[in-house]
């Protein structure tokens, strides 16, 4: 996405989106598939987006500091706004403190920040309990503790604590059961499963594992899913809306591609629907777009995602290492040149191909291709290069070690 490449999101793009309000004031997602005319009325102009998290990750997967900063002001929205709810008031004091470290820096008692205070004692905690009297000094004992700590450190930590959130990652939606239409219920869909709670029920866990089929149809959702003794059964709900009912059918799909698959299935990846003419002209091509409208934007999964950025930024930081070794070697001749460029090849080669971090030191047998890690190595059932089955793993132990950050000196 261009905004994501301005703000020097390079390779984690697919952790976002882009979200806008239709007419109903309701908040949906962009689908960056889908022209955005059939999405939007263009009659409302400008046309206001706002760049959102819309697959959120533990912070030690994410790999550019431009992407954990904006992780971090989408985690600040969201608790602010209550989107994000926290597990208890300790917690919430102590993400306040952050928040004020990593917008103000120390705490400074002849100018305490109170305004950032105010605005983030906002937060709320998941178990309704009354905000406690003594708020404000649990919040200054905190923020006194994170003294010389950096911004971009208590924005990390900022998103490790909310990383541990039950609410973490949740899209949530309103619905009454089809069964109890007196009966609001509060979906979440986020990287686990689908939680389901009410004010007279305790909260409930769907997993992804355990989901076997998930439909919309106007404004009713419904999902098929197992119980723990085996047996199958079915929740129905209505929302307010068609709209939020394909919103949650979104949610429900692209999240479990995201988190739970190794990739996004072509069921995913071409669903879609189409009008009238497009219809009619699919009789006779079906290959045409005309009418064409994608149900999902999901292209990569969360392994997918994460592999690519750091084999692109691996590649990245080999081609500066090349370019600052052709500059040192300048004056010695082809021959510098040349000695440099096969000792980067031979790095290459030595590094694991599934990881692309750590050395090789791994045989699979009986195939004996060697290409993997001991970590990776305990993952594969089947060899990647010829695709036979791996009876066992053997360990190497190579006499040299090669090291990514080695250059040769000339």
Request: with cysteine; net charge negative.
């Amino acid at each position: 996405m261009e905004a994501c490449e301005y703000l020097g999101i390079t390779h984690e793009a697919d952790y976002f989106g882009l979200k806008y309000e239709n007419s109903r004031g309701e908040e949906l997602w962009l689908n960056l598939r889908n022209p955005i005319d059939r999405q939007v009325s263009c009659h409302a102009v400008p046309l206001r987006f706002s760049l959102r998290v819309k697959f959120w990750i533990p912070p030690h997967l994410l790999l550019q500091d431009t992407t954990k900063h904006q992780f971090y002001l989408n985690a600040k929205h969201d608790l602010l706004d209550k989107t994000l709810l926290v597990n208890n008031w300790d917690t919430a004091a102590y993400l306040i403190a952050l928040i004020s470290q990593a917008e103000e820096v120390d705490y400074d008692p002849l100018h305490p920040p109170h305004n950032i205070y105010l605005q983030a004692s906002s937060i709320s905690a998941i178990d309704s309990s009354e905000k406690p009297l003594d708020l404000l000094q649990k919040i200054i004992e905190e923020h006194k503790k994170l003294k010389g700590g950096k911004r971009s450190t208590a924005e990390y930590w900022l998103l490790k604590a909310v990383s541990d959130q039950e609410t973490f990652g949740e899209e949530r939606f309103h619905a009454v059961a089809k069964q109890q239409p007196h009966e609001p219920l509060k979906i979440g869909v986020g990287p686990h499963g689908v939680s389901i709670s009410s004010e007279n029920a305790e909260k409930q866990l769907i997993t992804f594992s355990s989901v076997i089929s998930a439909s919309s149809q106007k404004r009713n959702f419904r999902v098929g899913y197992l119980l723990e003794d085996g047996s199958t059964t079915e929740l129905e709900v209505k929302l307010d809306s068609s709209h939020i009912a394909s919103g949650l059918y979104r949610a429900l799909t692209e999240k479990h591609a995201f988190y739970s698959c190794e990739t996004v299935t072509s069921a995913v990846m071409a669903q879609c629907i189409r009008d009238l003419k497009g219809i009619i002209v699919s009789i006779f091509n079906e290959d045409s777009n005309q009418g064409k409208k994608y149900v999902f934007d999901i292209r990569r999964t969360c392994r997918e995602v994460y592999d690519g950025a750091r084999r692109a930024i691996y590649q990245e930081n080999n081609m500066q290492m090349m370019g600052q070794s052709k500059s040192d070697c300048h004056d010695h001749g082809d021959n510098c040149k040349d000695s440099q460029e096969k000792y980067i090849r031979l790095i290459d080669s030595m590094l694991c191909k599934i990881c692309m971090d750590n050395q090789i030191d791994t045989a699979f047998l009986p195939c004996g291709h060697v290409l993997a890690c001991n970590n990776c190595a305990l993952r594969c059932e089947k060899c990647p290069i010829c695709r036979s089955e791996i009876k066992q793993s053997q360990k190497l132990f190579l006499p040299v070690e090669f090291r990514t950050t080695e250059r040769i000196e000339c």
